[in-house]
């Protein structure tokens, strides 16, 4: 079945940056999209950036020039290397995937636009 994974996550300064990974298994992931999605306490769950199947990369503008997804085809992983981090990114943070056939921008800006989660990593952003 689906499954995916993710680490990384942990307590860093403001300023600092963090590497979150998500490791998938269970379904052709070349075919897939895959997007990172965070949850603050007491708020909705929001896109934060997605990478299509063709590589093709969408972000959120609160972490516009902050944040850059890739993906290792090879390995099935996804990665969000985070940067400049502020106190208001401090949240648990999904991965989620789609099928390409299903996937578009708007696919990235609400949880209804993805088929399958992982558990999620907590990023705290603290001094």
């Known amino acids: 079945q689906v499954q995916l994974v993710e680490s990384g996550g942990g307590l860093v300064q403001p300023g600092g940056s963090l590497r979150l990974s998500c490791a998938a298994s269970?379904?052709?992931?070349?075919?897939?999209?895959i997007g990172w999605f965070r949850q603050a306490p007491g708020k909705e769950r929001e896109g934060v950036s997605c990478i299509s199947s063709g590589g093709n990369t969408y972000y959120a503008d609160s972490v516009k020039g902050r944040f850059s997804i890739s993906r290792e085809n090879g390995k099935a992983m996804v990665y969000l290397q985070m940067n400049s981090l502020k106190p208001e990114d401090t949240a648990v943070y999904y991965c989620?995937?789609?099928?390409?056939?299903?996937?578009?921008?708007?696919?990235?800006?609400?949880?209804?636009?993805?088929?399958?989660w992982g558990k999620g990593t907590l990023v705290t952003v603290s001094s």
């Open positions: 989620a995937t789609v099928p390409r056939w299903k996937y578009n921008i708007n696919s990235c800006k609400r949880p209804s636009g993805m088929d399958y």
């Open positions: 269970g379904f052709t992931f070349n075919y897939y999209a």
